[in-house]
């Protein structure tokens, strides 16, 4: 007969196994995008796959620094990623708190819609029609207001809402608070796990994303970063730097050197985010999650 105790133990080291190897396999890309950034030149195109550099270099980032193009673009990153990540939770927990309410009218038909919405979308010409008429083509809203309210998110925070007492509620209508008064003195408050959860889903959403700036906004100096990104990895045109602002003779980095230095530059301020919020991130999913 197999020892219990064994034969756990043989599982749990499978599983560390496995789940070691899924690690390594997530993060291996980004230690070679890393150490390829602060190879030198030569020597990344001699070994092409390089995790351990021999010989260090920040050329890269030298050539893509040299002029503001990143900068003002990781500046547009920024605005965008903060304001529609505030906006987003403000207009999500606005409707998810009344569709919190059991006793509302049409509460069923509204969440049978929004459902429907997760499933079918009026497609890329739709949107980009009513974009157009409503006066945003060329704005940095054009990249926020179309996804204003997530149909995903704001299910997980209609959730979180139901869970809380509704003594908490009842109590404050006696006092005569309103309905304004008990969502963002009572509700909001206590629901930092969800909102930080939802924070999180929408800053990464809109950081990453590319296709609304390339959709509505021809002026380049209100693209963000990661269509500067796109211009650089997928179309492959690297002339973002300015080689005239350095020594005569200058030579510009090979293309892949400025590839993995662009990709560490829009990457590292997410991931810098990420650990704050991480605390609340699995809390907030879960609470936010169990219930139908």
Known sequence: MVDKGLSNRLLDGLNYALLGLVALACVLPFIYILAASVTAPEELLRRGFILFPTKFSLEGYRYIFSTKIIMTSLGVSVFVTVAGTLVNLFFTALMAYPLAQKDLMGN???MRLI???MLFSGGM???FMIVKWTGLLDSLAAVIVPGLISAFNLIIMRNFFQQLPDGLEEAARIDGCSD???LFRIVIPLSSPVLASMALFYAVGHWNSYFSAVLYI??????PVQVWLRQIVILSQGGIGDSTTFEEGYV????ETIKMAVIVASSLPILIVYPFLQKHFAKGALLGSVKG
């Open 218 to 223: 021809n002026e380049s100096s209100l693209w």
């Open 125 to 127: 010409i739709p949107t």
């Open 115 to 117: 459902v429907f919405s």
């Open 252 to 255: 510009a980095p090979p293309a």
């Open 180 to 182: 304004f008064g008990i």
């Open 108 to 110: 069923k038909l509204f």
